[in-house]
């Protein structure tokens, strides 16, 4: 079964200092996607970054970069320049499920998450 | 442009009553999935529906149904509720329907069951 690890509870980083949020995870598939989101205490779902399987080069958004090993399975979250409204849970995730044409696009399975402080 | 609209955004019922939670999704997303967040876990997939036809379905009893409108917006039921529902429960669109790119979440709603 598919399976997303997220081994810390809680991290702090000092502000304007890069934080690196680890995932590691399982499946048989051969493609498959891998995705960061950030939850604010608000609830919102907050897209960051998107990882294919088959993608060659790690992704990045603008402060955002994801280190993806696809042989150790993990895909860590890097943080650069850690901003104050950084604080907030930081969830990885990984679509499951076939992608059908004009069907069925699969779901999301999700970590447990890391809180994340961004200490002044 | 709205994002992912979610009524109501707080709620709170009594053990075995009913409740209907709605979703409206962006624009031009024919997409809508529902997920389960119990406090301290991630969110765990319930129904995803496409074209107002359900496309998937997780590990959660029959008490548990959705549907689609036209409109593309969606409702998720939950029947004979348990202190155990108590969650935030999220909906999320997506535009294309091989969108390698995951969804957007509204707000959610938080129920609590008491």
């Known amino acids: 079964a598919q399976k997303i690890t997220q081994t810390q509870p809680g991290m702090f980083v000092q502000e304007k200092e890069a934080v690196t949020l680890d995932c590691t995870y399982d499946?048989?598939?051969?493609?498959?996607?891998l995705f960061w989101y950030k939850q604010p205490s608000s609830g919102e779902m907050i897209f960051l970054i998107y990882?294919?399987?088959?993608?060659?080069q790690n992704a990045t958004e603008g402060r955002y970069s994801l280190n993806f090993q696809k042989a150790r399975k993990s895909a860590n979250l890097v943080i650069s320049a850690s901003q104050l409204g950084d604080s907030a849970m930081y969830f990885c995730?990984?679509?499951?499920?076939?992608?059908?044409?004009?069907?069925?696009?699969?779901?999301?399975?999700f970590g447990k998450g890391t809180k994340l402080s961004v200490k002044p | 442009d709205a994002g992912v609209t979610q009524s109501p955004t707080h709620l709170i019922k009594t053990r075995g009553q009913q409740v209907t939670l709605r979703c409206s999704p962006i624009?031009?997303?024919?997409?809508v999935s529902w997920y389960q967040q119990v406090l301290g876990q991630g969110p765990q997939f319930i129904f995803q529906?496409?074209?107002?036809?359900?496309?998937g379905r997780g590990n959660f009893p029959d008490r548990f149904s959705a549907r689609q409108f036209p409109n593309y917006s969606s409702e998720l039921n939950v029947n004979a509720l348990l202190l155990g529902d108590s969650a935030l429960y999220l909906c999320a669109s997506s535009l294309r329907d091989t969108s390698n790119y995951g969804y957007t979440f509204g707000s959610g709603t938080r129920l609590t069951v008491v």
């Open positions: 624009s031009g997303h024919k997409s």
């Open positions: 990882q294919g399987s088959y993608d060659e």
């Open positions: 499946t048989s598939d051969q493609s498959y996607g």
């Open positions: 529906y496409y074209e107002k036809e359900e496309r």
């Open positions: 995730a990984m679509r499951e499920g076939r992608i059908e044409y004009g069907g069925s696009q699969g779901n999301l399975i």
